[in-house]
C-alpha cells in the first residue's frame, strides 16, 4: 500500500525567505504526486502536480516541486515567502484508475511566517 | 463556474445520534469522493464514485457509514450510530473522471462534532 511521510508538523519562515517542505512516499509503480494547500476553514486546493515528464513542475502562487524518485522525495520549494503563504501543506500520492485519483495524503506541515 | 458545494458546514450531535451530509459536484464531473479529515491529519479517502457507481468503498466502515449518489450527480454520507472518534471534517471532492490525469476539486468540508 501507498503512504506518504511529511517529517516536519511545524515550520516557521520569515517573510521573504525561501521556503522547502519535504514529502517522502512510498508506492511501488510510477507514483503521480500532489501537493495541496489547506487554509483555516478552507477546502484544500491544488498547488502542482506531477505525473510523468520533467521532474520539476511549476505551480500557481509561485511554487514548484521536484520528483526525485532516487530518493523517493518530492519536495515542495518556493523561491520567497509572504504572509499569505501560512497555510497547511498536504503532499499526496495518487493510484490512478479510469475514473480518477484515490489520494492517499501526509500528515501536512503548517507553515507560520513571520514579518 | 460554481465549485463543490457541501452542507451543512458545521454539525454537532451526541454519540449514537445519526447525522447525514450533502455533496453537489462540480456540474459535469462524473467522480466524486468523500474524504474523513481528523484534526492534525491528512484526509483519508473514504469512498469514490463514479457517476452513480462505486468505484472503491474499501476504507468506508460499512457498520455504521453509508454513502450514495443515486442519480450520479449528488451525494449523502451518514453516519449511524456516530461515536466521538468520528469528530472530523468531511471533504467532499469531485473530479472529470476521464483518467488519472485529472485534478480533484474540493468542497470546504463539514465539520462534525461528536459529544
Known amino acids: 500500500a501507498q503512504s506518504v511521510t511529511q517529517p516536519d508538523i511545524h515550520i516557521t519562515v520569515s517573510e521573504g525567505a525561501s521556503l522547502e517542505l519535504r514529502c517522502n512516499y512510498s508506492?511501488?509503480?510510477?507514483?503521480?504526486l500532489f501537493w495541496y494547500v489547506q487554509s483555516p476553514g478552507q477546502g484544500l486546493q491544488l498547488l502542482l502536480k506531477y505525473f510523468s515528464g520533467d521532474t520539476l513542475v511549476q505551480g500557481i502562487k509561485g511554487f514548484e516541486a521536484e520528483f526525485k524518485r532516487s530518493q523517493s522525495s518530492f519536495n515542495l520549494r518556493k523561491p520567497s515567502v509572504h504572509w499569505s503563504d501560512a497555510a497547511e501543506y498536504f503532499c499526496a500520492v495518487s493510484t490512478g484508475n479510469n475514473a480518477g485519483n484515490m489520494l492517499t495524503f501526509g500528515g501536512g506541515t503548517r507553515l507560520m511566517v513571520k514579518p | 463556474e460554481a465549485g463543490v458545494a457541501q452542507s451543512p458546514r458545521y454539525k454537532i450531535i451526541e454519540k449514537r445520534q445519526s447525522v447525514a451530509f450533502w455533496c453537489n459536484p462540480i456540474?459535469?464531473?462524473?467522480?466524486l469522493y468523500w474524504y474523513q479529515q481528523i484534526l492534525g491529519q491528512g484526509p483519508k479517502l473514504l469512498i469514490q464514485?463514479?457517476?452513480?457507481?462505486?468505484?472503491?468503498d474499501s476504507q468506508l466502515p460499512k457498520d455504521r457509514f453509508s454513502a450514495e449518489r443515486l442519480k450520479g450527480v449528488d451525494s449523502t454520507l451518514k453516519i449511524q450510530p456516530a461515536k466521538l472518534e468520528d469528530s472530523a471534517v468531511y471533504l467532499c471532492a469531485s473530479s472529470p473522471g476521464q483518467g488519472a490525469n485529472t485534478e480533484a476539486f474540493f468542497g470546504q468540508g463539514t465539520r462534525l462534532t461528536v459529544v
Open positions: 464514485f463514479q457517476n452513480n457507481g462505486v468505484v472503491d
Open positions: 508506492y511501488g509503480a510510477t507514483p503521480y
Open positions: 456540474s459535469g464531473h462524473a467522480t
